[in-house]
């Protein structure tokens, strides 16, 4: 009687379950997504941060780079630090990878220039050793 206590619920969520289904012609595909978009302008910064920054400098830096996402021509906004996937292929040697999404090559010309973005590289440069920075844009 017990085993119908574990059992019957299991049965009962995949009876409830739709039937899988082949994929058809008209399944989307990632080609097929990315086609129909917009092109999307794409700004990715590598930062590598200087050794000896106190926890109060690698706070004033984040605080200074989340600024960043108030600028209004910025559409999508991410932070983050490498993930730590060793492959000969990947560098991980940077201390935080920005990426921006902008609409266009002009909205990203208006980001560089914006008060919000010189006052952060003007306030947080000296937290850094080195930027590389690769723009793309999607097709």
């Known amino acids: 009687m017990k085993n ?3 059992i019957l619920p299991a049965a009962l969520m995949l009876a409830c379950q739709p039937p899988a289904q082949a994929p058809s ?3 989307s595909t990632p080609e097929s997504v990315q086609t ?3 092109p999307v302008f794409i700004h990715t910064v590598f930062f590598w941060m200087k050794d000896n920054l106190s926890e109060t400098e690698r706070q004033a830096f984040l605080e200074g780079v989340h600024t960043l996402r108030q600028i209004e021509v910025v559409r999508q906004y991410y932070l983050g630090t490498p ?3 060793p492959r000969e292929v990947v560098d991980s ?3 935080y990878n920005l990426v921006l999404h ?3 090559a002009q909205d990203q010309d208006t980001y560089q220039t914006h008060p919000v973005h010189l006052a952060f590289v003007e306030k947080c440069k000296q937290y ?3 930027v590389q920075v690769y723009d793309t844009i999607t097709e």
């Open 102 to 104: 902008f609409a266009n």
């Open 83 to 85: 993930a730590g996937t």
């Open 4 to 6: 119908w206590m574990y």
């Open 36 to 38: 129909t978009q917009s």
């Open 128 to 130: 850094w050793t080195r």
């Open 93 to 95: 040697s940077y201390g």
């Open 25 to 27: 012609a008209t399944t």
